[in-house]
């Protein structure tokens, strides 16, 4: 089975659902995923974003309460999507910038894959960490 290991979906909490949706809209939008309308669920709002090519979903919740995120405590560390170039990375960059969003380190080259591993990071909604990277092995 093809699917078997890969991902189904990714769940991020954000304290201001619309808010967050004003760049996660379009972001999402750049790597395939068709928004959803905002739904109601577990006592609170989510969009299910899904990209038809893959299959998997980017679901973004707002919070019930307030809690910051911190990259360095327990849990999610950072989220990263794989572009299909190096001038897709640099679209991407431009969406985050034009957002105003803090970019944490690149555009550049990394050391993490054989055969290159171009990639930035930025600060998303309630400062999540993001990356974006091509790899030119996974083509």
């Known amino acids: 089975m093809k699917q078997h290991g890969t991902l189904n979906h990714v769940s991020i ?37 899904i990209n038809p090519s893959t299959g998997m979903a980017f679901n973004v919740w707002e919070a019930k309460s307030e809690h910051p995120f911190d990259v360095y405590e327990p849990g999610l560390h950072h989220i990263a999507f794989n572009a299909g170039s190096k001038a897709q990375v640099e679209e991407a960059l431009a969406l985050v910038r034009e957002a ?12 993490f894959a054989e055969g290159g591993y171009f990639a930035f990071y930025f600060l998303g909604p309630d400062n999540l960490k993001f990356e974006v990277v091509h790899m030119p092995e996974l083509d």
């Open 13 to 49: 909490t954000v304290s201001d659902l619309d808010d967050a949706m004003i760049f996660m809209g379009p972001f999402l939008s750049f790597f395939g995923f068709e928004i959803g309308p905002s739904l109601s669920s577990s006592g609170t709002r989510l969009t299910v974003n």
């Open 100 to 111: 105003g969003l803090k970019i944490l380190d690149g555009p550049g080259e990394f050391p």
